[in-house]
């Protein structure tokens, strides 16, 4: 998914959920959105394409915001469990 389509959805209210997770020494971003088949979890990608990996949670907190997202969960990197964020 890319950052205008993601935008698309939070407009329309359709985003349920956004995990950041640890991946490849940085964070990658998965939204989970409804479709007309049912949710649906896709990665944040780069624009030419394959999953976007964010260096830092607050790069992942900017980009979200910058798309209108304000909150997102975390998967805490040593434990597994998530974490919400409120960003």
Same mark, same amino acid.
Do not use: A, L, Y
């Given at each position: 998914m890319d950052q205008p389509k993601l935008s698309t959805l939070a407009a329309a209210g359709t985003i349920e959920r956004i995990i950041a997770k640890p991946d490849s020494g940085g964070w990658v971003v998965l939204i989970q959105h409804k479709t007309l088949a049912g949710l649906h979890i896709e990665p944040l990608e780069r624009q030419r394409g394959g999953a976007r990996v964010f260096a830092t949670l607050d790069a992942v907190a900017r980009t979200l915001r910058a798309a209108g997202v304000l909150e997102f969960c975390v998967i805490n990197p040593r434990s /597994?469990?998530?974490?919400?964020? /409120?960003?």
């Open positions: /597994g469990e998530e974490s919400s964020d /409120g960003r």
